[in-house]
């Protein structure tokens, strides 16, 4: 691929850059229902504006962006350091699996307010027993009376207190054999049949909850890419997700470098020689993270479908975060361990990194069997 930015996405830039200086909301609020609402807000001025899901085709609401124009924008707003939209689940895999595998009623009915922030979705697809390996999920799904009535139980369910659609996987078949027996499922979140528990975290946040799901109910239209073909649907969420992190991971860790370089003068510590090793390292592999997101985005300019290469990208941030956040915390000290120090909160919050959106023992197998070719585990 060649780097070199051409006139038009030079002028797109530079169009997005004033934009976002012109219109930067700010920090989000202490509060977390009030830090929420106010990325809600955001992520309608970024729909006035055009901004929200501009990756997704014309006809359902986006500018039909080009992948270089994506990786800009993931770049310029972690170059903004802009908070994230409300609606980061729907835009970045509800919505793409809608437009997908879904039909043109289920596409009038969910993209626009996906993309205005009117509707919140989130992912429910891990369960007590079931987070790496998906397809050995339990909730079930029973037909009755041309409606679905599930039961079950999902875990690490982000925004699912402030969601109204679930994008749900669940069991439809028993005895097909377990990736050939799952059903992808868009489930009302707001019936008495689905009960929210949050799960506080060591961050003091509760952005993960639990999900208690008795005998709720989901209309047989709200079943996306056909009973049987969640596997194949849930696949599709999985790269997106994973391909989302892409250049907006890597100019955030540019970002994140920056600050811990400043840390580390205001700290007197750069003439330590170990603490200079580490820093060369990190500089090092924040530029490999750059270089494979943009390796990955080639690859989808040649398929036109995220591919397994996203998780090489999402391995490598995730340890690459943790890395970072340690030695700030080493930097710091005795302060290291202040609970109001910003980079304690960064440390805390990184241990989920190498979980979230596919632990990194998980992706190291997708790399070694999809994308090098070795023989599989089992």
């Given at each position: 691929?060649d780097?070199?930015?051409?006139?038009?996405?030079?002028?797109?830039?530079?169009?997005?850059?004033?934009?976002?200086?012109?219109?930067?909301p700010?920090?989000d609020?202490?509060?977390?229902?009030?830090a929420?609402?106010?990325?809600?807000?955001?992520?309608k001025?970024?729909?006035?504006?055009?901004?929200?899901?501009?990756?997704?085709?014309k006809?359902?609401?986006?500018?039909?962006?080009?992948?270089?124009?994506?990786?800009?924008?993931?770049?310029?707003?972690?170059?903004?350091?802009?908070?994230?939209?409300?609606?980061?689940?729907?835009?970045?895999?509800?919505?793409?699996?809608?437009?997908?595998?879904?039909?043109?009623?289920?596409?009038?009915?969910w993209?626009?307010?996906?993309?205005?922030?009117?509707?919140?979705?989130?992912?429910?697809?891990?369960?007590?027993?079931s987070?790496?390996?998906?397809?050995?999920?339990?909730?079930?799904?029973?037909?009755?009376?041309?409606?679905?009535?599930?039961?079950?139980?999902?875990?690490?369910?982000?925004?699912?207190?402030?969601?109204?659609?679930?994008?749900?996987?669940?069991?439809?078949?028993?005895?097909?054999?377990?990736?050939?027996?799952?059903?992808?499922?868009?489930m009302?979140?707001?019936?008495?049949?689905?009960?929210?528990?949050p799960?506080?975290?060591?961050?003091?946040?509760?952005?993960f909850?639990?999900?208690?799901?008795?005998?709720?109910?989901?209309?047989?239209?709200?079943?996306?890419?056909?009973v049987?073909?969640?596997?194949?649907?849930?696949?599709?969420?999985?790269?997106?997700?994973r391909?989302?992190?892409?250049?907006?991971a890597?100019?955030?860790?540019?970002?994140?470098?920056?600050?811990?370089?400043?840390?580390?003068?205001?700290?007197?510590?750069?003439?330590?020689?170990?603490?200079?090793?580490?820093?060369?390292?990190?500089?090092?592999?924040?530029?490999?993270?750059?270089?494979?997101?943009?390796?990955?985005?080639t690859?989808?300019?040649?398929?036109?479908?995220?591919?397994?290469e996203?998780?090489?990208?999402?391995?490598?941030?995730?340890?690459?975060?943790?890395?970072?956040?340690?030695?700030?915390?080493?930097?710091?000290?005795e302060?290291?361990?202040?609970?109001d120090?910003?980079?304690?909160?960064?440390?805390?919050?990184?241990?989920?990194?190498?979980?979230?959106?596919?632990?990194?023992e998980?992706?190291?197998?997708?790399?070694?069997?999809?994308?090098?070719?070795?023989?599989?585990?089992?």
């Amino acid at each position: 691929m060649d780097l070199t930015l051409s006139p038009s996405e030079e002028a797109f830039r530079d169009e997005l850059r004033a934009w976002l200086a012109d219109n930067h909301p700010g920090e989000d609020p202490p509060d977390d229902d009030a830090a929420f609402e106010h990325r809600r807000v955001w992520q309608k001025k970024l729909y006035d504006a055009g901004y929200a899901g501009f990756s997704w085709p014309k006809e359902y609401g986006g500018r039909g962006a080009t992948l270089i124009e994506q990786a800009l924008f993931g770049e310029e707003m972690a170059r903004a350091k802009a908070p994230s939209p409300a609606n980061v689940l729907g835009m970045v895999m509800g919505g793409p699996v809608v437009i997908a595998h879904g039909d043109d009623t289920q596409k009038e009915r969910w993209l626009k307010p996906i993309l205005t922030g009117d509707e919140i979705w989130c992912q429910g697809f891990s369960e007590p027993e079931s987070g790496s390996d998906l397809a050995s999920l339990k909730t079930r799904a029973v037909k009755s009376n041309g409606e679905w009535v599930v039961t079950g139980q999902k875990v690490w369910t982000t925004y699912a207190h402030k969601a109204k659609w679930c994008m749900l996987v669940a069991r439809t078949d028993q005895d097909a054999q377990k990736h050939a027996g799952l059903t992808y499922f868009i489930m009302d979140m707001e019936q008495e049949e689905v009960q929210v528990r949050p799960l506080r975290q060591i961050t003091g946040e509760a952005e993960f909850n639990e999900l208690f799901i008795e005998e709720a109910r989901i209309p047989d239209e709200n079943v996306v890419g056909g009973v049987g073909n969640g596997w194949t649907v849930a696949i599709t969420t999985l790269m997106h997700e994973r391909a989302g992190l892409g250049a907006s991971a890597a100019a955030g860790m540019r970002i994140a470098l920056n600050e811990l370089g400043e840390l580390a003068r205001e700290r007197g510590v750069t003439d330590d020689p170990v603490i200079r090793q580490r820093l060369a390292q990190l500089a090092i592999e924040v530029e490999l993270l750059r270089l494979n997101a943009w390796r990955g985005l080639t690859a989808i300019m040649k398929t036109g479908i995220p591919g397994p290469e996203g998780s090489v990208v999402k391995w490598q941030w995730g340890e690459l975060n943790q890395s970072l956040t340690e030695l700030a915390v080493d930097i710091l000290g005795e302060d290291g361990a202040l609970w109001d120090s910003p980079w304690t909160y960064r440390f805390l919050r990184s241990r989920a990194n190498s979980i979230e959106g596919g632990t990194t023992e998980i992706l190291k197998n997708i790399v070694a069997e999809r994308v090098l070719g070795l023989p599989k585990l089992r």
